[in-house]
């Protein structure tokens, strides 16, 4: 029983002290449009976007690029301006992380979750955003 109990704990000690590796995302896949959906705070709490006046558009190359907020018009085009964040892709032992850099700050949000449809991004306060690809709206 002594036997037994020594090795569960040596085991657990083990399997904690492992280095966690950083996901492998398609990085390619963040490239685009992407609308928020959802932001879940540190406690919990949601917030739901039923409708966006911004949307984010991504793009990266190697591992720089940037991030740019469009405006969506009712004939499927974007509305652009020139400001834009420049942005670097980190991978590090606990994850990958989007580095943010504007003339007035300097930020990181950790890529939770990138597939074709979604994208989650945490930050440093625990703050979770939620995206989806968005479906252009048009008027006939």
Known sequence: M??????LITAF???SCQDKKAENFNLDLLNGYWEIEEVTLADGSKKEYKMNENIDFFEIKSD???RKKVTPQFDGTYLVNDAD?????EKLADGTYI???TA???????????????LILENKQQIKY?????IPFTIK
Do not use: R
């Not at 964040?85 to 892709?89: G, H, L, S």
């Open 2 to 7: 002594k036997n037994t109990f020594f090795a």
């Open 13 to 15: 000690v083990l399997l």
């Open 64 to 66: 720089s690029g940037f």
């Open 85 to 89: 964040e420049k942005i670097k892709i």
């Open 99 to 101: 580095s943010y850099k």
């Open 104 to 118: 007035y700050a300097t930020w990181k949000e950790k890529i939770v979750t990138l597939s074709e449809a979604q």
């Open 130 to 134: 939620q995206y989806k690809k968005p």
